[in-house]
């Protein structure tokens, strides 16, 4: 469900900035009590893990169409929805800047939809309401995770919606693009709830210090060790590099819906400030799509083995840049931190 910059106008996408940035101030000030030095690794590990996850699209039977893990409500669940927001927000920073995954003008929309939504509306509305204590059955933990994510997905797609009709895009009417994207991401978000369940089910067993929901003064002095961190880096490369090989090649349900309402996708970009942002990220971008330069479908070289190649070198790269992206961001957080609050000074 990353947008791309056609679907928006810029006062639209400004304000979407302007709003993901405020929500990310405040998480940074939310989390920066707890943070220290076991965290941050933590935080770029399971960030790694997610960002390789999104590149697995797995097929919708008989639409056509695919969806893939957005991840937001399992790193709240596993990180707390403020460290959760901070992760899944640079996740889709280096998607849009490296993979050309999402728009530029467009990042303050998927900010939003794909990581406010679950955050802080799927994961304490929803999720919380129906697993209060980690010590729930198996059956509720499994009901609050496809509620929390069948909730989340239809208000992004309810998201992308009204941006799309805000923004005056007359090839998408509002009533026939609601009526599209709001089934196929139903089916997306009962996947995405099962599959979440299926994680934190083994965590649960594995290693239950670890949930935010069951921080106590307590748990919070165990801290999560490096096979810990080394076991969400390992499934990182794992599916960044061999179930990315597996990943459906069908337009996932945001291109899907898209190909019915307007018959035609991608729309074009109208407008200097579209051409400006599409020229800066065509400078930042490394693997577009996920894959070697130039090696689109019409492509001589689009074996098999090359797209491979390009998929796996793209989940080894963005696993890396998670993990920078989290010390750096860590580091800076960290020292304001330390940084010694200064007394007013008395007036003479």
Known sequence: MHMADALLSPPVGAVMWSAAAAVTAHSARRVQPGLDNAKIPLMGAIGAFVFAAQMVNFAIPGTGSSGHLGGGLLLAVLLGPHAAFLVLASILTVQALFFADGGLLALGCNIFNLGFLPCYIGY?????????????????????????????????????????????????PFGSFLLVM??????????????????????????????????????????????????????????????????????????????????????????????????????????????????????????????RAGSSTAGIVGAMLI??????AGFILKKRKQRPKQLPQNSP
Not at 126 to 132: L, T
Not at 245 to 274: C, M, T, Y
Not at 323 to 328: C, E, I, K, T
Request: net charge positive.
């Open 323 to 328: 993990m920078a992206f989290s010390f750096v």
């Open 124 to 172: 304490p509305l929803v999720y919380r309401k129906i697993v209060p204590h980690h010590r729930a059955s198996r059956r509720r933990l499994f009901s609050g995770f496809v509620a929390a994510a069948i909730f989340s997905l239809q208000l992004g797609s309810l998201g992308v919606v009204l941006q799309t009709y805000f923004s005056g895009i007359s090839a998408l």
């Open 182 to 307: 709001q089934p196929i991401h139903l089916a997306i978000g009962l996947v995405e709830g099962v599959a979440t369940a299926g994680i934190i089910t083994f965590l649960r067993q594995a290693r239950p210090d670890i949930l935010a929901e069951t921080e106590t003064a307590q748990s919070r002095g165990r801290q999560p060790g490096r096979i810990l961190i080394a076991g969400f880096l390992a499934a990182a490369l794992l599916t960044g590099t061999v179930l990315a090989w597996f990943s459906s090649r069908q337009p996932d349900g945001l291109e899907w819906s898209i190909e019915r309402v307007a018959g035609s996708q991608p729309l074009n970009s109208p407008g200097k400030i579209h051409a400006a942002l599409e020229n800066i990220q065509e400078k930042t971008v490394i693997l577009p799509d996920y894959d070697f330069q130039g090696s689109g479908t019409m492509s001589p070289d689009n074996s098999p083995a090359s797209l």
